[in-house]
Nanobody
């Protein structure tokens, strides 16, 4: 089993910055893709960004140029650096990993709230 613990959410002013972290632990043999999704009230969960083990990244159009995803494979940790945030970035952010234990599984964190408000 894999556990994901997210941190770094909170209240931020428009134009400000925030950094999210997610640490994976458990009986992990390897982690493939790591990513961040978000869900705003009344909307479906959407991909924000993901990153492969080799470092290839993919971003939603709405965050390109503002958010940066990175990972530390030695620490089983993924980060999301959020800059120039706006009110449309307000959502619950979820960490997601595809990890290999006894089989390949898709795992989710519990979510961390990000609120952009003045």
């Amino acid at each position: 089993q894999v556990q994901l613990v997210e941190s770094g959410g909170g209240l931020v002013q428009p134009g400000g910055s925030l950094r999210l972290s997610c640490v994976a632990s458990g009986s992990i043999l390897s982690i493939n893709t790591m990513g961040w999704y978000r869900q705003a009230p009344g909307k479906e969960r959407e991909l924000v960004a993901d990153i492969t083990r080799s470092g290839s990244t993919n971003y939603a159009d709405s965050v390109k140029g503002r958010f940066t995803i990175s990972r530390d494979n030695a620490k089983n940790t993924v980060y999301l650096e959020m800059n120039s945030v706006n009110r449309e970035d307000t959502a619950v952010y979820y960490c997601n990993v595809v990890a290999v234990t006894w089989a390949v599984g898709n795992y989710w964190g519990q979510g961390t709230q990000v609120t952009v408000s003045s």
